[in-house]
């Protein structure tokens, strides 16, 4: 992959892990405010906890690609960014814009898909 291509793509990994930071932050600090709300009855506390719960599970898949991007950074670090983790074949330019955190090229990544059901 050439350095421009590379330069693109940790720009684009930086933004969104930017974005998902601040995400995670202000969904923490809205489940800290609704914590400490005094609740009046039982449809205000159930409000709340479905509320926390859509939000904690939000949390957690942005934690997750969060992961992820940190992984897809130090590979371009390491000069090992575009290349498939189980065939070693580059992956499409493509599939990195859409998903610029990918490990696995398409037909890997359906084998992997695959065998998880």
């Known amino acids: 992959m050439q350095a421009s291509e590379l330069e693109f793509f940790k720009e684009i990994l930086q933004s969104r892990k930017e974005q998902i930071q601040k995400n995670i932050n202000g969904v923490n600090s809205e489940l800290d405010g609704l914590n400490s709300l005094e609740l009046n009855d039982e449809g205000d506390h159930a ?3 479905n509320n ?5 599970a939000i949390v957690q898949q942005q934690q997750k690609e969060l992961g992820e991007i940190e992984v897809a950074l130090r590979k371009i670090a390491k000069g090992e960014y575009g290349i498939c983790e189980m065939c070693e074949d580059d992956i499409g330019f493509q599939r990195l814009k859409v998903k610029p955190h990918a490990i696995y090229c398409i037909d890997c990544r ?8």
């Open 52 to 56: 926390s719960m859509v939000e904690s």
């Open 47 to 49: 409000s709340v906890n």
């Open 110 to 117: 359906e084998i992997v898909e695959k065998s998880k059901k």
